[in-house]
């Protein structure tokens, strides 16, 4: 088969398999209150479904370490991509296929889980890979396209249940698992330089031994932190502030967030050339810091809701800076330091929601407490920025 030689179709394939991410992990919690009426599946079953999935893409984050490199990038996105087509346009038959419909969607998540668990660990050290200028930059836009991809799954299903009713989900499935079916075959062909050298990258236990490396996963889990305490919750807190609903809800919450956190990461790449990562980096944790205290205090709707929006403009360089971080403050880290991030991300990315239920449970319900809890998590990210530069990065350094 013919390869084509242009790395910005490399680049091109990397975006959708970020979009492709998107829709497996928002997709489906879109239709969780129309999975319960149609398949009289409990609520308590239903709200398990995304922690399964993530749950699962921790393993496959993990495991990732230690296969990928032995059976190759290629044909491991090709098989993501495989698995995402196959679970998301599961989500339509499946649940008709078995006996119990709650199997047939947990089988669903088990496929598109382990498809967006391998996008989230290849995706970016393939792009890291290709010959291209201004990595920090370019990793930065590639991160944007996850953003913009949850925009697109959030909006562009409200306004199909809109058009055709809710109870048209099935087709909708099938049209969004068209995505990453066009992305198998751009995988199939485009060009994937090696993310190191044979026999260079660093191994697990390499890393584990690095203290550098640990501090870097400080950062990735203050990221996943940072970012998913409010974006899991923008939608209730939006609900809940304004007294909206849950349609304008999901649009003024998580779907804003996800907006907002693209643009930043779009400016960032603009400016990458004339502004220090780092310093980048630790003013939106300061802003961060910020928005989660206007969330948690502010008595005004209209400021608690500016807080949660500008939340997604301080979280958007926090995950790919501390990846473009890594490749340039521990180079050689390989497959595995990319694996180990994003188990890193995803743990704080599991942190942080749960830490904000906790919190909210033990202040009679307060949203608004919860959220004011996950302060610690931008606190933390801004004193492992500093320590980062003090000892790893130079205050000079670009």
Known sequence: MLRRTNFQHTMAACYLGYITQAIANNFAPLLFLTFQSEFGIPLSQ???LSSINFGIQ???DFLSARFVDRIGYRACMVGAHVCNTIGIA???????LTPDPFAGLLIAVFFYAIGGGLCEVLVSPIAEACPTEKKDAQMSLLHSFYCWG??????????YFAAFGVGAWRALACLWAIVPLVNIFNFLIVPINPVTAEGEGMGIGALLRTKLFWLLALLMVCSGASELSMSQWASAFTESA?????SVGDLAGPCAFALLMGSARMFYAKLSDHVDLTKFMLLSGGLCVVCYLLAGLSRSPVLGLLGCGLCGLSVGIMWPGTFSVATVALRGGGTAMFALLALAGDLGGSLGPALVSASAQLA???????LLAAI????LMILGLVLLRKKYWGVDRK
């Open 376 to 379: 610690v998590f931008p606190a």
């Open 90 to 96: 599961g989500l339509a038959f499946f649940p008709s």
């Open 58 to 60: 921790l393993v496959v």
């Open 242 to 246: 304004l007294g909206v609903a849950k």
């Open 150 to 159: 949850v925009v697109a799954v959030v909006g562009l299903s409200t306004a």
């Open 46 to 48: 239903i709200a398990a």
């Open 364 to 370: 009679d319900g307060s949203l608004k407490a919860g």
